[in-house]
């Protein structure tokens, strides 16, 4: 209804239009409205003003002031910027637009209006055939007639902004934009909430960049549906799925099959579809263990301190203990799930297969302990531990809290004692308890490189490519990387 009132573009104010981008185009003209648009109402040229015409011109713009005021108002502000001018130039009326590209020898496709009302200049431009910019206007207090106009101006620009909205929608630009067709296989997350994931940005950008016609959903599954959705989800062909909180455990009785790993760990993150059901593995293991070794962090032969005993914590047990640390020593609120996480490890038989060349009771006896929290302080003697941080503790929005108390005797002796630490929560990226590693001169790392890599092992296992190692090229997983 408003369309012929509706700016081609908007800014800022005439000072933040993209000049040089409109030379690009084609533009060569420029008519300017003169007052809130260069400078205030009734304010004479000033630097501003100045410097912005004699950079235009010097891009090869020409330029004409184009106002309604009064002659002895434009002529004195056009002179003092050596521009040619048109007054009383009753906008929107299009008689002295279509003079003043007359006067500076341009025309429709090449001229540009910039102006701060909608009513006179925009609607004036428009009229005229013209590319026409509304500006924000440059006084913040207006005449009485001005004001009035202002407030039917909000209305135009209030359909305007929800039109822009829309094109806006229709003109994606997104890379990861997956075309659906009948061959399309189907891949996603079985979570409870599942809205925050950042999985389809992972596995969609990995489906473009391999070819694959494969497109990941996320679908929030509440525990009473969890058993019906692995059936139905087998039923329609989906190709695999990953497995998020509160499901972790929990899914493993619907499976068909277990990697031996994760049923170890009791946890599985991602679920590949077999003739007879899903295979459960867990990734977030691997994941974690090639993010350390990419950021330079050593397992072997270092004492390692575990932060927590839930799922991601009962992962990152198992993947330590299986590349010899000198300790793993796993402390938790609750002391009975670090109890249960050490002998778990202990029964798996992973340290005798991983510990070959060492004697597998003492190694039992000696490197793997389990501690409260709140006993912590007393257990670590002068040991330096690498300590990877487990619990959701520090998660945002809670960013102020932390598992050890910094502000604390305690906690001071802890954080000292460790040389540097690896923190699964990557919202924040750092947290309080990066942070006071970080003041100590400990290298850190957040849980982002973890999430992307459990991701791409996932996504790997669905399409039958993992290996044991990432093979995606490394440009992919840096662009994945920044926008996670
Ligand atoms: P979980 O199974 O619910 O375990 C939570 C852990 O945090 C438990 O050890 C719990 O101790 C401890 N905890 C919670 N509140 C505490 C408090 N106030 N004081 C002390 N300890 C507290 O969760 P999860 O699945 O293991 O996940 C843990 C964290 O890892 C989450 O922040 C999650 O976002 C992150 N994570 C990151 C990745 C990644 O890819 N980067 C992957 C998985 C998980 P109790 O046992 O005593 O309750």
């Known amino acids: 209804m408003f369309q012929s009132f509706y700016p081609k573009e908007t800014a800022e ?10 030379r690009a185009r084609g533009y060569k003209a420029i008519l300017y409205d003169i007052d809130n648009t260069l400078v205030e109402h009734n304010a004479p040229a000033d630097d501003r003003s100045r410097a912005l015409i004699e ?21 004195s502000f056009a002179d003092a910027l050596q521009i040619p001018y048109i007054y009383k130039a009753a906008k929107p009326s299009i008689k002295q637009y279509q003079a003043a590209m007359v006067m500076l020898g341009s025309d429709e496709e090449t001229t540009v209006l910039i102006g701060d009302q909608i009513f006179t200049d925009v609607w004036g431009a428009n009229r005229a055939g013209m590319h026409s910019i509304l500006v924000g206007q440059l006084a913040k207090h207006e005449e009485i007639q001005i004001i009035l106009k202002r407030i039917l101006e909000r209305i135009v620009m209030r359909e305007y902004e929800k039109v822009k909205a829309k094109e806006q929608r229709l003109n994606i630009k997104n890379d990861n934009l997956i075309s659906i067709g009948g061959k399309t296989r189907i891949t996603g997350l079985l979570g409870y909430p599942v809205e925050h994931t950042k999985s389809p940005l992972i596995h969609n950008t990995l489906a473009a960049f391999f070819g694959d016609d494969l497109a990941y959903v996320p679908f929030p599954v509440s525990p009473d549906d969890l058993e019906a959705a692995v059936k139905g989800a087998h039923a329609l062909g989906i190709l695999g ?38 295979k459960g593995y867990n990734t977030d293991l691997p994941g974690l263990s090639i993010a350390m070794r990419r950021a330079g962090f050593e397992i072997q032969g270092k004492n390692v301190l575990i932060l927590g005993a839930g799922g991601a914590a009962r992962a990152a047990a198992f993947m330590c203990a299986g590349e010899k640390p000198a300790k793993l020593l796993i402390a938790n609120r609750s002391v009975d799930k670090a109890e249960r996480i050490v002998e778990d490890i202990r029964n798996s038989g992973i340290m005798a297969t991983e510990n070959k060349d060492r004697d597998r009771d003492q190694d039992q006896e000696t490197v793997i302990s389990a501690v409260s929290l709140s006993d912590l302080c007393s257990v670590m003697s002068d040991d330096r531990f690498l300590a990877i941080q487990c619990t959701s503790v520090g998660l945002a929005p809670h960013d102020k809290d932390c598992v050890i108390d910094p502000g604390s005797d305690e906690g001071k002796a802890i954080f000292d004692s460790f040389d540097g630490g690896v923190d699964l929560i990557y919202k924040p990226a750092e947290t309080v308890f990066l942070s006071e590693i970080s003041k100590r001169g400990g290298k850190t790392m957040n849980g982002l490189a973890m999430l992307l890599y459990q991701g791409v092992i996932a996504y790997e296992l669905f399409t039958g ?20």
């Open 465 to 484: 490519r993992w290996n044991g190692e990432i093979s995606a090229d490394e440009e992919v997983l840096n662009r994945i990387f920044s926008k996670l």
């Open 55 to 75: 950079e235009l011109k010097g891009l090869g713009f020409q330029i004409l002031v184009l106002s309604n005021n009064k002659e002895p108002r434009v002529k």
């Open 241 to 278: 799925l990953n497995v998020t909180v509160p499901h972790k455990s929990n899914v493993i009785p619907f499976l068909s099959e277990i990697d031996p790993l994760a049923g170890q760990v009791g946890a599985v993150n991602t679920l590949v579809r077999t003739v007879s059901g899903f």
């Open 13 to 22: 104010n005439a000072y933040e239009v993209d000049y040089k981008g409109l």
